[in-house]
Each structure stands twice: as structure tokens, then as C-alpha cells.
């Protein structure tokens, strides 16, 4: 694995509670994305950052928030998570130079 | 708005057997094209970056093209193994290293 580990990997919480889930990396990389994985749709990019406290939406973004205040911590916020948060959350890193991407082993995220 | 489509969703062969993978998209403005692996419970394992200039890439068993103009790529597999079972997913950057993916194909390969 390229160095990525994702906390928790595993957490249930309830409708209404705040969650953060956290990617550190230990390959110095620039960027890091923040996915989730549903059933029916694939991967699908929330947020990405392209250097410390450079970040930009993705395509499913709306109720996530993320911080990168250090070039090896990402961290993806539900403020106030929702059922339809219920996902599979990666993480992954590559850098700029159209280089491959990197995933972490994921969190499972289920909100009841 | 790109949408990545791979064909088929789900496959079954006996050990041995040359199988190709398919996976097209709606828009020929992309950089790359990556093939990844995902196991089940796991995250996903890159196998082959194909950049846009590229036709093709290979990396053992595995071969992947790349037809921008037509919006496909193909993934084939060489004598399939019972260890190649898995998701394979294919992705295609449209720009600062933003993926767009597919729903995957699920390989299942018997002895």
C-alpha cells in the first residue's frame, strides 16, 4: 500500500451527530481526494486539495466539509450527518503531473 | 457531463481463458485513463495509468488501450488466474487529477 491510512475504518453514529473521518499519508504527496462509494454509482469525488489549505469542491460535495492544515492530514467533516451519508469514504493521494492515484483501505461509515 | 460506462458489470470464466474488460466515456477531453483492482472489503489497487498521448500500456498478464477519439479502453487479461477474481474499475481524469469512474466490472474466475 502507497503509505495511506484512513481512521476510523469503521463507525456508526445517528442521524444529526457530527463525524470526522481522517486520511494521514506518509508519501509527502501534494494532492489528496476524499471519495464515496454507493452501490449503483461508483466512486464519487467529494472534495480534493491540491496543497496545504488549498481545497475545491468535487462532484458531491453538498453537506461535507474538509480542512488540510498540514500536507500529510486530510480530513473530511459531516457537520450534521445524514442517512444518506451511509458510504464507503476514501481516501487517496497522487501527485501533480498527471501521476496515478493512490487509495487508502476506506472507512465504512454507516449512520442509523 | 462525463459518464464512464464498463461492460459487462459482472463475468464469469474458467481458469485460463484471455478475457477482455470494456470501459467507455462520454467525453474525449480527458488526460489519463487508470484500470484499478478493488477487492472486496478493500480499497482499490492501481494496476495501469494510460496517458492520452498513449495507445496502450502493459504490465504482465495485463493490457490496457486507450482509443480517446471513440471514447473506449479496453482491459484483456492473459490466461486468467483464480487470484485475478476481483472488481476492476476504470477512471478518467478530466483534469487536476479529478477522477471520473465507472461501476466496475466483478471478475469472478473458477479452477
Known amino acids: 500500500d502507497a503509505g495511506i491510512t484512513q481512521s476510523p475504518r469503521h463507525k456508526v453514529t445517528e442521524t444529526g451527530t457530527p463525524v470526522t473521518l481522517r486520511c494521514h499519508q506518509t508519501?509527502?504527496?501534494?494532492?489528496m481526494y476524499w471519495y464515496r462509494q454507493d452501490p449503483g454509482h461508483g466512486l464519487r469525488l467529494i472534495h480534493y486539495s491540491y496543497g496545504v489549505k488549498d481545497t475545491d469542491k468535487g462532484e458531491v460535495s453538498d453537506g461535507y466539509s474538509v480542512s488540510r492544515s498540514k500536507t500529510e492530514d486530510f480530513l473530511l467533516t459531516l457537520e450534521s450527518a445524514t442517512s444518506s451519508q451511509t458510504s464507503v469514504y476514501f481516501c487517496?493521494?497522487?501527485?501533480?503531473?498527471?501521476?496515478?492515484?493512490?487509495f487508502g483501505d476506506g472507512t465504512r461509515l454507516s449512520i442509523l | 457531463k462525463q459518464e464512464v460506462t464498463q461492460i459487462p458489470a459482472a463475468l464469469s470464466v474458467p481458469e485460463g481463458e484471455n478475457l477482455v474488460l470494456n470501459c467507455s466515456f462520454t467525453d474525449s477531453a480527458i488526460y489519463n485513463l487508470q484500470w484499478f483492482r478493488q477487492d472486496p472489503g478493500k480499497g482499490l489497487t492501481s494496476l495501469l495509468l494510460i496517458q492520452s498521448s498513449q495507445r496502450e500500456q502493459t504490465s504482465g498478464r495485463l493490457n490496457a488501450s486507450l482509443d480517446k477519439s471513440s471514447g473506449r479502453s479496453t482491459l484483456y487479461i492473459a490466461a486468467s488466474q483464480p487470484g485475478d477474481s476481483a472488481t476492476y474499475l476504470c477512471a478518467v481524469n478530466t483534469g487536476f487529477q479529478k477522477l471520473v469512474f465507472g461501476t466496475g466490472t466483478r471478475l469472478l474466475v473458477s479452477p
Open positions: 487517496a493521494i497522487s501527485e501533480p503531473g498527471l501521476q496515478p492515484q493512490h
Open positions: 508519501e509527502n504527496h501534494r494532492y
